[in-house]
Nanobody, 119 residues
Framework: QLQLVESGGGLVEPGGSLRLSCAASGLSLDMYTVGWFRQAPGKEREGVSSITSSDGRTYYIDSVKGRFTISRDNAKNTVYLQMNSLKPEDTAVYYC????????????WGQGTQVTVSA
């Protein structure tokens, strides 16, 4: 069964840290560009960060630059999002997405993990 499973979400105080994990089964993430997206209540889903399959290039939206770090461990078939200096506006459900760089229409979403930043 092909699936992505996110974990690591939770409740954290402002300024705190969390590390999200996106673990894949049934597919090899080293062939996929993996992105983290988030959706806050009443807002559209937005892309937060991504990492390419071939050369590991990373991308971040401006609001998380310097605070979030995306990385991948191909041996564990997992992509991580380290989130530091969290702010209340980071509160959202975080989803990972894997898009095959070598095959069209080969795209997967995880079920999401809740991140809540609150005092």
């Amino acid at each position: 069964q092909l699936q992505l499973v996110e974990s690591g979400g939770g409740l954290v105080e402002p300024g705190g840290s969390l590390r999200l994990s996106c673990a894949a089964s049934g597919l090899s993430l080293d062939m996929y560009t993996v992105g983290w997206f988030r959706q806050a209540p009443g807002k559209e889903r937005e892309g937060v960060s991504s990492i390419t399959s071939s050369d590991g290039r990373t991308y971040y939206i401006d609001s998380v630059k310097g605070r979030f770090t995306i990385s991948r461990d191909n041996a564990k078939n997992t992509v991580y999002l380290q989130m530091n200096s969290l702010k209340p506006e980071d509160t959202a459900v975080y989803y990972c997405n894997a898009e095959n760089d070598f095959k069209v229409f080969d795209n997967y979403w995880g079920q999401g993990t809740q991140v809540t930043v609150s005092a």
